[in-house]
């Protein structure tokens, strides 16, 4: 599977968007990119997930680049429950590999009043 | 609303004891999944399921072992706990075909 890089850390003011960038240079063409968030305490949340095209559900946006080697999880509006930390996996499914899933450390997101 | 249940969020136990942790799903999921989460090393895959009464180890098995005699309940089971066990450990299920899981709330175990 493809290696991502993720900012450490990201800060966003309550009510705006918050852009957080996934880096997934070495991407194969049927690999897939997920997003994950973990709030304090809790358990990792799926988020959303895409192939090539550009993904929206009540959440999130992802924009994945043309070229695929990169992505941009979108928070239209942040609010202080947005406060996690944001994880990027790429996967290539098959057998039984599907649900195994490689956290990173992520990036914290910190959303201020 | 999908729900995955793990059956303590706090556990202390002793060096040698043998630990059980259950997790329940009521979302009539094929795969389920045992992790645990440290500071610094991120999620590793202890053991999943892709079926009831199958297992594969994950990344780090060493020291556990996995029981799923029915569908919707997977157990991780610590046979002789040590002080290095001492994590969070998070269950999760899944749908075949998909690496969208869902998680439960997690146990944080202490093995004192």
């Known amino acids: 599977d493809a290696k991502t890089t993720q900012p450490p850390s990201m800060d966003c003011a309550e009510g705006r968007a918050a852009n957080l960038p996934c880096n997934h240079s070495t991407i194969s063409g049927n690999e897939y990119v997920y997003w994950y968030r973990q709030i304090h305490s809790q358990g990792p949340q799926y988020i959303i997930h895409?192939?090539?095209n550009n993904e929206t559900n009540e959440m999130a946006s992802l924009i994945i680049t043309e070229d695929r080697k990169s992505s941009t999880l979108i928070l239209p509006h942040a609010t202080l429950r947005d406060t996690a930390v944001y994880y990027c996996i790429v996967r290539v499914g098959g057998g039984t590999s599907y649900g195994k899933l490689t956290f990173g450390q992520g990036t914290i997101l910190t959303v201020h009043p | 609303d999908v729900k995955v249940t793990q059956s303590s969020r706090y556990l202390v136990k002793r060096t040698g004891e043998k630990v059980f942790l259950e997790c329940v799903q009521d979302m009539d999921h094929e795969n389920m999944f045992w992790y645990r989460q440290d500071p610094g090393l991120g999620l590793r895959l202890i053991y999943f399921s892709y079926d009831v009464k199958m297992k594969e180890k994950g990344d780090i098995p060493e020291g556990y072992s996995v029981s799923r005699e029915k569908k919707e309940r997977f157990s991780l089971i610590l046979e002789s706990a040590s002080t290095n066990q001492t994590s969070m450990y998070l269950c999760?299920?899944?749908?075949?075909?998909?690496?969208?899981?869902?998680f439960g709330q997690g146990t944080r175990l202490t093995v004192v």
């Open positions: 999760a299920s899944s749908p075949p075909a998909t690496f969208e899981a869902f």
């Open positions: 895409g192939l090539k």
